[in-house]
């Protein structure tokens, strides 16, 4: 191929790239009745409802004020709700609608289209993090403790769960389907991931238990970066997040690679 041609080849493929990944951006921010308002909104109920309420109760949590406590807790909450659901729902309507079909036909690559719709994913769960983060400042007085570890926990756990949310889409036949790993898996680990409460605060049987939680190590790395507290090791964490977020996103490419169930 003359180099010409290889250099038209690579701007329409930039170009196809920077499309789709725009698209995704402007379908949440275009949304944002929907995708970016409600968990900010429930974010600060939960402040409101738990921080308040029981933070007259419950004074202190490892020597930390409860309301400062559950701050980490939700800002990563809905970091993994928000990643997971603008990745789930994008694809699998592309798959459902069959334009899916006008990606595969196109001069992208597979490493491009699926970089893109998951990047989508992340840019809205940094975005709805760093609003919340922003919120729960405001009404909390909260400071952030470590900067770096505060956005480098928010874009790996915002990538594992663009991933998941990928993967969930690939593989759904059905609405009903694309919600089962939300319902009965993340939801539960969510709430059971320390969000309000520590792991020192269990007996030592459900101490046990709740390591086994992954989300436990995304709180917990959250917490670490705003509160500089952690109930875990935290050089753990982080390895353990950018390792999963890798490998999630090398089985995304290798599952669209295959075209699996996509490619008729």
Not at 32 to 44: M, S
Not at 109 to 129: M, Q
Not at 149 to 172: D, K, N, P, R
Request: with cysteine.
């Amino acid at each position: 191929m003359p180099p010409s041609d290889l250099l038209e080849k690579d701007v329409y493929t930039r170009a196809g790239f920077s499309t789709l990944l725009g698209r995704e951006v402007h379908r949440f921010v275009r949304l944002y009745n929907q995708t970016i308002i409600p968990p900010v909104l429930t974010a600060a109920l939960f402040l409101v409802i738990f921080g308040y309420s029981l933070g007259s109760r419950i004074k202190e949590v490892q020597g930390i004020p409860y309301l400062h406590f559950i701050v980490p807790g939700l800002v990563m909450m809905s970091v993994i709700t928000s990643a997971y659901a603008n990745t789930s729902s994008s694809l699998y309507i592309a798959r459902f609608q069959g334009h899916i079909q006008e990606l595969l036909v196109s001069s992208m690559s597979t490493l491009e289209i699926v970089l893109a719709l998951i990047l989508g994913g992340v840019l809205r769960g940094v975005v709805v993090g760093l609003i919340i983060s922003a919120t729960s400042m405001l009404m909390t007085g909260v400071t952030v403790a470590h900067i770096g570890m505060t956005l480098y926990f928010m874009f790996c756990v915002a990538t594992i769960f663009s991933c998941c949310g990928f993967l969930s889409a690939m593989w759904a036949e059905s609405f009903d389907r694309l919600s089962l790993f939300q319902t009965y898996i993340l939801t539960p680990l969510t709430y059971l991931g320390g969000v309000f409460f520590s792991i020192g605060m269990l007996p030592p049987v459900w101490q046990k238990v709740a390591m086994v939680n992954p989300i436990l190590y995304f709180v917990n790395g959250m917490r670490y970066g705003l509160l500089k507290e952690t109930d875990v090791n935290i050089v753990i964490s982080a390895t353990a997040s950018f390792i999963l977020a890798a490998g999630l996103f090398a089985l995304c490419y290798l599952l669209f690679k295959r075209g699996y169930n996509i490619k008729t």
